[in-house]
């Protein structure tokens, strides 16, 4: 399989807003999600719904409540009212079984811990161990594969700090994938990497939906986000819309989610001289 230096894609595999896995039952759930921390609501009322082998976009400015979703997700943050279900079960359950892996941003981790890229991979596994913590051949080749797949299997043995930024992605994907995770998150993946490795791991991606697995990614760069999404999610604290990249992207829908005119965030404009995404300059 590779993935490495791969022609970016021109779009993603068009499934239309229904799909043909629509009728399947959602491989997420999220039924009025609420979640507040003191004072401030960081969630009001959030519902929606994926199917299976499907990759969404999450959208939203700086404080939109995104990270507050993926930490309702993976069971880390209590909801005030509401429920999220994946694939069927509850959040507890699933994290214990796996069946959801998160790829946190950049900078939520000690990049500084001795840990190889093989024991961060290594660690999907974990919830498998027995009580000896010993890992099994089995878990050493569930480990080889996901390495494999996300080409890092000729870095094993790096510290994980000491990889570039996309490769520090997809070891995360990579741990992910180890773990036997169908639902993933990935928070900002795009962040700090240039366009050839956004390139690389979109492949990745939409390669991994093509599989069956669901992922929700949130992400500032709005130019990629057809190629890489077959739906997104408009969110400011609520979903403001749930639709395909082209509608999200209507400088009306934006705006009403970013409060300001971005209406340069068509995809044929949107490659502003500074780089930097009319999200990111909305912030
Ligand atoms: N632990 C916390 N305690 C209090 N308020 C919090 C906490 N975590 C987040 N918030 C607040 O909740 C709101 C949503 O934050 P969240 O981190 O979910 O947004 P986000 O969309 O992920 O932002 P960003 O794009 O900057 O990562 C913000 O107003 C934030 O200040």
Same mark, same amino acid.
């Given at each position: 399989?590779?993935?490495?230096g791969r022609?970016r894609?021109?779009?993603?595999?068009?499934r239309?807003?229904?799909g043909?896995?629509?009728?399947?039952?959602?491989?997420?759930?999220?039924?009025?999600?609420?979640?507040r921390?003191?004072?401030?609501?960081?969630?009001?009322?959030?519902?929606?719904?994926?199917?299976?082998?499907?990759?969404?976009?999450?959208?939203?400015?700086?404080?939109?409540?995104?990270?507050t979703?993926?930490?309702?997700v993976?069971?880390?943050?209590?909801?005030?009212?509401?429920?999220?279900?994946?694939?069927?079960?509850?959040?507890?359950?699933?994290?214990?079984?796996?069946?959801?892996?998160?790829?946190?941003?950049?900078?939520?981790v000690?990049?500084?811990?001795?840990?190889?890229?093989?024991?961060?991979?290594?660690?999907g596994?974990?919830?498998?161990?027995g009580?000896?913590r010993?890992?099994?051949?089995?878990?050493?080749?569930?480990v080889?594969?996901?390495?494999?797949?996300?080409?890092?299997?000729?870095?094993?043995?790096?510290?994980?700090?000491?990889?570039s930024?996309?490769?520090?992605?997809?070891?995360?994907v990579?741990?992910?994938?180890?773990?036997?995770?169908?639902?993933?998150?990935?928070?900002?993946?795009?962040?700090?990497?240039?366009?050839?490795?956004?390139?690389?791991?979109?492949?990745?991606?939409r390669?991994?939906?093509g599989?069956g697995?669901?992922m929700?990614v949130?992400?500032?760069?709005?130019?990629?986000?057809? @190629?890489?999404?077959? &739906?997104a999610?408009?969110?400011?604290?609520?979903?403001?819309?749930? *639709?395909? $990249? +082209? /509608? !999200?992207? %209507?400088?009306?829908?934006?705006?009403?989610?970013?409060? @300001?005119?971005?209406? &340069?965030?068509?995809?044929?404009?949107?490659?502003?001289?500074?780089? *930097?995404? $009319? +999200? /990111? !300059?909305a %912030?």
């Amino acid at each position: 399989m590779t993935t490495t230096g791969r022609a970016r894609p021109t779009t993603a595999p068009r499934r239309g807003p229904a799909g043909p896995t629509a009728s399947a039952a959602p491989a997420l759930e999220v039924t009025d999600l609420t979640v507040r921390y003191g004072a401030v609501t960081a969630l009001d009322g959030v519902t929606f719904a994926l199917a299976p082998g499907r990759v969404t976009g999450l959208v939203g400015m700086n404080g939109s409540g995104k990270s507050t979703l993926f930490k309702s997700v993976m069971g880390l943050v209590r909801p005030t009212a509401g429920q999220v279900r994946v694939l069927g079960q509850s959040t507890e359950l699933a994290r214990r079984r796996g069946v959801v892996g998160y790829v946190p941003q950049q900078e939520d981790v000690d990049w500084s811990f001795p840990l190889s890229v093989r024991d961060v991979v290594m660690m999907g596994r974990y919830g498998r161990l027995g009580l000896t913590r010993r890992p099994r051949r089995a878990d050493h080749d569930a480990v080889d594969a996901a390495l494999e797949r996300v080409e890092l299997g000729h870095l094993d043995d790096r510290q994980i700090g000491a990889l570039s930024g996309g490769q520090r992605k997809r070891a995360f994907v990579a741990r992910g994938l180890a773990q036997g995770a169908q639902v993933l998150l990935l928070d900002e993946p795009f962040a700090g990497v240039d366009k050839r490795t956004e390139a690389t791991i979109t492949t990745l991606l939409r390669e991994l939906a093509g599989d069956g697995r669901t992922m929700l990614v949130s992400t500032h760069d709005l130019a990629s986000l057809d @190629v890489l999404c077959d &739906d997104a999610l408009l969110i400011q604290r609520r979903i403001l819309l749930h *639709a395909p $990249p +082209a /509608e !999200v992207l %209507r400088p009306e829908n934006l705006a009403r989610a970013f409060g @300001v005119d971005v209406s &340069d965030a068509r995809p044929a404009t949107v490659s502003a001289p500074s780089g *930097a995404s $009319p +999200a /990111e !300059v909305a %912030r």
